[in-house]
Antibody, heavy 118, light 108 residues
């Protein structure tokens, strides 16, 4: 059964970039999409967009267009999310999740805390 | 964009009681693509229900989902201590995918 394992916590300066990885363990991405969801401290869940690793096609929520980039390496079953021009409001836990058109998001990665602070 | 509004914001109940959580959509949810997730502090969300009423693998049958079009309900028939958490609904039939703001289920 596939599990998603994310990279560790990051502390970044405003204006810098961060790249978070999400590795499929115990399986591959197969034909599924990987969605990225963020959760600011004490807040709800916000969908950022998704990528279909097998074909490299990414879709972004309007709010994140131009500042977020999703990529994937299907040979290693790792998906990446990069956020540029970081600001304090980007401080959040970032989750990846396998995104099935019929079954919703399952499983989820354990989350990666990104802290943006000067 | 489909806006999902969950109610109540907080629900205070005792173990053994029945919990009813509501999720209302601003537009019809396409093809019944409505899911529910449970999130405990410090943990990732966990899929409970997909397709409005199908339980995910390993989810106890005290959890059930119902509804259609724009009104959906998650019911927990008899609350166990481990059920106290935050619950989110999600629509995944239209882009952008959206979540409700969450209902906190707390011990009374």
């Amino acid at each position: 059964q596939v599990q998603l394992v994310q990279s560790g916590a990051e502390v970044k300066k405003p204006g810098s970039s961060v790249k978070v990885s999400c590795k499929a363990s115990g399986g591959t991405f197969s034909s599924y999409a990987i969605s990225w969801v963020r959760q600011a401290p004490g807040q709800g869940l916000e969908w950022m967009g998704r990528i279909i690793p097998m074909v490299g096609i990414a879709t972004y929520a309007q709010k994140f267009l131009g500042r977020v980039t999703f990529t994937a390496d299907k040979s290693t079953s790792i998906a990446y999310m990069e956020v540029s021009s970081l600001r304090s409001e980007d401080t959040a836990v970032y989750y990846c999740a396998r995104d099935d058109d019929l079954l919703g998001f399952d499983p989820w990665g354990q989350g990666t805390l990104v802290t943006v602070s000067s | 964009e489909i806006v999902l509004t969950q109610s109540p914001g907080t629900l205070s109940l005792s173990p053994g009681e029945r919990a009813t959580l509501s999720c209302r959509a601003s537009h019809i949810v396409s093809s019944s693509y409505l899911a529910w997730y449970q999130q405990k502090p410090g943990q990732a969300p966990r899929l409970l229900i997909y397709g409005v009423s199908s339980r995910a693998t390993g989810i106890p049958d005290r959890f059930s989902g119902s509804g259609s079009w724009t009104d959906f309900t998650l019911t927990i028939s008899r609350l166990e201590p481990e059920d106290f958490a935050v619950y989110y609904c999600q629509q995944y039939g239209s882009s952008p995918i959206t979540f409700g703001q969450g209902t906190r289920l707390e011990i009374k």
